[in-house]
């Protein structure tokens, strides 16, 4: 859309919205009349497609029983490799190298279990201590099942800021002693996006392989994956691609590493014509499919078919540009709405460096948060201090975060937080 000259006024958020892009989406999700929602980084809403793609499948449970596997509307047997190929396009992947399995944890897992491989003095992971839990718990399992030290042996490149990650300071860290990097694309509490071509060339310079955690950029930013060459990556289903709560998730490897053995095997790593031979030895696939290792869990997977078709209608660089644009409006409005009320935004200002949403730090964050959702406002505690505010641009209005910053306005004004405790619910 046009670059506009901002102003505070309701009229002006609603002119926004005549000229926006992607408005006609929308519709096809399913939105609370005067609730406003701000969490699609964590958890995307339902569309009508996606809804409509999980009855598909309990529909053909229904009539056909086993015989699902190979008939119906939408044949489980192949159900991974053809959402893999739907996803290919959103990270810059060829339809091969993408597969929709597991979780992003057990992905994790299984990419570091195939690539890790220490030797002599090079045997230590390089991540960063701002990357969500999850990876470092999986990492330093990894480390663990070589014998070796999962304190000594990942180095976490530290913040200079306690929010950001310097990329000189990550390259400094690809010394000689470093077997495998797995980073962020986006940090998720401040939404730093990292240079991911930048990062991938350097560390192949000093001969280390390189994957990214795309949870928080999948479905929010254009990638080139296999363009950039990035060794692997893997992310969540449920966020941005609003494929449902616990989804199934999706793992990419590039192709010139196609008939490496993958590090964790089962009978949905085979070849699929081979796969009912039921022999002990296994022929893996020659695609992404080989890091595959249990069954589809064809119900978790399903809705996600119709989420992507939204996707493909609307464009990545289209979603990008809305999504920058929104998440402006939004940091705008904050400063000139909140001024004196003890808020900063500290995600990146620059749209080179920011991914999908803003991050708002106060003091009484948490009681905040809960004062908004009494207001009908959905938006992300982190703690110890973090307000994540995530306009989806598929579904998020303008007007919507007008309205959210004026509900924010009065909670602060008239100090409705002070009712609650400053301090997170059992699920934040």
Request: net charge negative; charged share 25%.
């Amino acid at each position: 859309m046009e670059a506009y000259t901002f102003n505070t006024s309701e009229s002006y958020a609603e002119s926004l919205d005549e000229k926006a892009e992607l408005t006609m989406f929308r519709d096809e999700f399913y939105l609370q009349n005067d609730h406003y929602y701000m969490d699609g980084n964590s958890l995307g809403l339902l569309s009508k497609r996606a809804e409509q793609t999980l009855l598909n499948s309990l529909e053909d449970w229904k009539r056909h029983g086993i015989d699902g596997w190979m008939t119906g509307k939408q044949p489980w047997f192949y159900l991974s490799e053809k959402i893999g190929a739907k996803l290919a396009p959103l990270v810059g992947a060829k339809e091969v190298e993408v597969i929709a399995t597991g979780s992003i944890t057990a992905n994790i897992h299984q990419l570091i279990a195939t690539f890790y491989h220490p030797d002599g003095k090079r045997k230590k992971i390089l991540a960063d201590e701002l990357t969500f839990p999850s990876d470092i718990y999986a990492l330093q399992s990894q480390i663990s099942l070589k014998n070796l030290d999962p304190v000594e042996d990942l180095i976490r490149v530290k913040s200079r800021d306690g929010r950001t990650i310097n990329e000189e300071d990550i390259i400094a860290a690809m010394t000689d002693e470093v077997a495998l990097i797995l980073m962020p694309s986006v940090l998720y509490r401040s939404g730093q996006m990292l240079d991911m071509e930048r990062l991938t060339k350097e560390a192949h310079q000093r001969g280390i392989l390189i994957g990214f955690d795309l949870a928080h950029s999948a479905g929010a930013i254009p990638h080139e994956l296999h363009n950039w060459e990035v060794d692997f990556a893997m992310w969540c289903n449920y966020k941005y691609l609003n494929g449902g709560p616990g989804s199934v998730g999706g793992l990419f490897v590039h192709e010139k590493h196609f008939g490496t053995l993958p590090g964790l095997t089962g009978w949905f790593s085979s070849k699929k014509e081979k796969q009912f031979d039921m022999e002990h030895v296994l022929t893996p696939a020659e695609t992404a499919g080989a890091f595959q290792i249990g069954t589809p869990h064809v119900l978790s997977a399903a809705p996600i078919l119709g989420s992507l078709e939204i996707f493909h209608e609307a464009g990545m660089e289209n979603i990008r540009r809305k999504s920058l644009s929104l998440t402006r409006y939004m940091m705008d409005l904050i400063d000139h709405e909140l001024q004196g009320m003890g808020f900063a935004i500290t995600n990146p200002s620059d749209d080179r460096f920011r991914g999908g949403h803003v991050c708002l730090e106060h003091d009484e964050a948490a009681r905040i948060c809960k004062a908004l959702k009494e207001k009908h406002v959905t938006p992300d505690f982190r703690a110890p201090n973090v307000i994540r505010l995530a306009p989806i641009a598929l579904y998020t209005s303008y007007h919507d975060i007008w309205k959210m910053v004026q509900i924010l306005k009065t909670i602060m004004k008239e100090e409705q937080y002070k009712k609650f405790k400053n301090e997170r619910e059992v699920v934040a």
